[in-house]
């Protein structure tokens, strides 16, 4: 079994990491979790993330939250070259500093 992403599908945030696993060819098991409807509150989802955000990834048990840091787990684990998060430190960079804009105020 591949990786598992509880997500949302209108969730902007989801939809990166979609994009980045899929650009990895990382097949995901996906999860609906209705955040409009506070299934993010259920106790089996707030043991797995206290934080109760989507996207939450697990792979093989480990469990990362919040997309960027899901992003860069995926890269750095499934990706074949540094062609998505740069190894040069100006060039990575410029991807964190896209990557961590929405959280920017």
């Known amino acids: 079994m591949g990786p598992i992403l509880y997500m949302l ?47 939450t990834l697990i792979d093989d048990g480990f469990i990362v939250f919040e997309s960027a840091a899901i992003m860069g787990y995926l890269v750095n684990k499934y990706g074949k070259d540094d062609s998505l998060y740069p190894q040069d430190i100006k060039k990575r960079a410029v991807v964190d500093q896209l ?5 920017s105020s």
Not at 25 to 50: A, G, H, R, S, T
Request: hydrophobic share 40%; net charge negative; proline share 6%.
């Open 9 to 55: 599908q209108a969730s902007p945030s989801v939809r990166a990491v979609l994009m980045t696993a899929n650009e990895l060819d990382v097949k995901l098991e996906l999860i609906e979790c209705n955040i409009l409807e506070n299934e993010q509150f259920q106790e089996e989802f707030m043991k797995m993330n206290p934080a109760h955000t989507i996207p």
């Open 99 to 103: 990557l961590h804009f929405s959280t």
